[in-house]
């Protein structure tokens, strides 16, 4: 295709040639050239970008994988974007396939929401649409003034599991949380799989982490106002433990598949695994999204009970592949391709979520 006639353009807004990677499948099946730009670290480290190319009047598309580095990406994905807003390019459109802090869209004790700010500072760099996958909760898309299309992996994924898994009908899909229950429904369902959930000391605490409404604390003896004594929570609940950890469902003699959106701190997934190990299950899979792999994940994943982890190309991982075997990779390039050019068309992208159910 002439990049000239297509009416928009591709960048990406990565410094490091690992973090492109994925933006290189993506034009390569759109059948176009990466936009031409720099995007560099000065010697003090501030983010300098240089567009090399005109973009007025046309849709850009932003290519912004999120490396280890955080907060560098974030911060070349809103200079890029300003850029190509004060080029007086007409649309922006960032494709972000993992949103980062999206972990963090609820209020914990005196935090912030920093998904929701995450949020409008794209807004105020000039992006006017975004196209991810899997967040993290789906309610962060109203955190957004503009657009939001979440795609899904999880056909990705089922497709890996009835091609790659050998004998998968004797598997059972795994919610390692009660949270996780629905996801890991939703793929047993479209599988034809039983269902099993651990709960536990296993189990994700995210949602269990005080909120504040615990705050201040109750003080019996404290000076001041004394007309209104509000009861004492601690005086009237025991304190909350959790109960050893149990499968809820059978395993014995099968494969087990646990589901997620996101692996990271894998300690979590190395205990289940141990688990359903001692519950009879002779193989374990790991199937997410996100492999974003932090720190000593790669050891500990070789080390444990589990037989492969399975992860799409969203977030680049080649560097824990390395130290991993067990980690295998889907590509996901062929539907954020297919997003960039029905978005572009104004084609409708209700075929792209075609046998997802609202629990992916």
């Not at 790659?164 to 229950?181: H, M, T």
């Not at 034809?192 to 705050?215: I, K, P, T, W, Y």
């Not at 469902?249 to 141990?274: K, M, T």
């Not at 592949?321 to 067990?326: M, S």
């Amino acid at each position: 295709m002439n990049v000239a006639k297509s009416g928009y353009r591709v960048f990406s807004a990565n410094s490091s040639v690992a973090s492109t990677e994925l933006a290189k499948k993506i034009t390569e099946r759109l059948g176009v050239e990466l936009g031409k730009s720099v995007v560099y670290q000065e010697s003090n480290r501030e983010t300098r970008v240089d567009v090399k190319e005109s973009v007025r009047g046309q849709t850009i598309f932003i290519i912004q994988t999120i490396p280890r580095d955080v907060n560098t990406a974030i911060m070349e994905l809103l200079v890029m974007a300003y850029a190509l807003k004060t080029s007086c390019a007409k649309n922006i459109i960032g494709v972000i396939p993992y949103f980062p802090y999206s972990k963090q869209c609820k209020m914990r004790k005196r935090g912030s929401i920093v998904c929701k700010l995450l949020a409008s500072m794209l807004a105020k760099a000039g992006l006017t649409h975004i196209i991810t996958m899997d967040l993290h909760q789906k309610e962060i898309q109203g955190f957004f003034s503009f657009p939001v299309d979440n795609l899904r992996a999880s056909p990705f994924l089922l497709q890996y599991i009835q091609e790659e898994i050998p004998d998968y009908r004797n598997a059972i899909i795994v919610a390692k949380s009660p949270s996780a229950a629905k996801r890991a429904q939703s793929y047993a369902e479209r599988l034809r799989l039983g269902l099993a959930v651990m709960h536990g000391e296993a189990q994700c605490s995210e949602s269990d982490m005080a909120d504040g409404r615990q705050s201040p604390p109750c003080v019996r003896n404290a000076t001041g106002h004394t007309g209104l004594e509000l009861p004492c929570k601690t005086t009237l609940m025991m304190a909350k433990e959790k109960p050893p950890i149990t499968v809820v469902g059978d395993v014995g003699g099968r494969i087990a598949i646990i589901v997620d959106d996101i692996i990271d701190d894998v300690e979590d997934f190395v205990a289940a695994a141990e688990i359903l190990k001692e519950r009879g299950a002779y193989k374990i899979y790991i199937m997410a999204t996100h492999g974003l792999l932090s720190a000593d994940a790669p050891r500990l994943i070789e080390e444990s009970a589990i037989d492969e982890v399975v992860v799409t190309n969203t977030v680049p991982h080649e560097v824990q592949k390395l130290q991993c075997p067990k980690i295998k990779t889907v590509d996901v390039s062929m539907i954020l391709a297919e997003a960039i050019r029905r978005i572009h068309n104004g084609e409708s992208m209700a075929y792209l979520f075609r046998n997802i159910t609202v629990d992916d």
